[in-house]
């Protein structure tokens, strides 16, 4: 079957290191995002792609990048990380409108 | 600015009555629009959809409610179960614009389901 699985599902990390979330998705779908949930704030788009090569700001993009080599993965990078960084990461792939959502990976930064 | 809006943090039913979740857009661009349910410790899933040519779409238990010119949806479950409690999300977007992939969503609501 079809999925989309993240890695870690939980990481600790300090303030300053660079820190990778892995998103993989076997739906084939060319649209994929990540997303940040925070109490009070809901879900809020970070980065997204529209295809391989394609990458695209969303709310909440400082201090995050990523990039898509190929249909499947879109690793989510903090270059530098942050206590504001703490959070619960979701990645995301569709091809219309209906998204698809990854377990999610708990990041903190102390 | 928060183009959608779900106003009540949580909701408590007893089982067996009606659930409704309230959810209030501004963007009026927005012609798609989508509820997720989302347990602990897993990703949102999607429930049910509604295109803004409809007002109404059903899918078993769940039916969910748009009013264009008040710029509102709902979403009703009946009858509510226990496994209905979770984290609702409403989400929208404006397909018509392009970039229709992207979603905008709610800060989300509590519903809980007592026995």
């Known amino acids: 079957d079809a999925e989309i699985t993240q890695s870690p599902r939980h990481k600790i990390t300090e303030t300053g290191r660079q820190v990778t979330l892995a998103c993989h998705q076997t739906w084939n779908h060319n649209n994929m995002f990540w997303y940040r949930q925070d109490l009070g704030h809901g879900l809020r788009l970070i980065h997204y792609s529209y295809g391989v090569h394609d990458t695209n700001k969303g709310e909440v993009s400082d201090g995050y990048s990523v990039s898509r080599s190929n249909t499947e993965d879109l690793p989510l990078t903090l270059e530098s990380a942050a206590s504001s960084q703490t959070s619960v990461y979701f990645c995301?792939?569709?091809?219309?409108?209906?998204?698809?959502f990854g377990p999610g990976t708990r990041l903190t930064v102390l | 600015d928060q183009q959608v809006k779900q106003n009540s943090p949580s909701l408590s039913v007893q089982e067996g009555r009606i659930s409704i979740l309230n959810c209030d857009y501004t963007n009026s661009m927005f012609d798609y629009f989508l509820w997720y349910k989302k347990y602990p410790a897993e990703g949102p899933t999607f429930l049910i959809s509604i295109s803004s040519i409809k007002d109404k779409n059903e899918d078993g238990r769940f039916t969910v409610f748009l009013n264009k010119s008040a710029k509102h949806l709902s979403l009703h479950i009946v009858p509510s179960q226990p496994g209905d409690s979770a984290v609702y999300f409403c989400a929208a977007s404006a397909r018509a614009q392009g970039g229709s992939e992207k979603l905008v969503f709610g800060k989300g609501m509590k519903l809980t389901v007592n026995p």
């Open positions: 995301a792939s569709s091809e219309w409108n209906e998204q698809f």
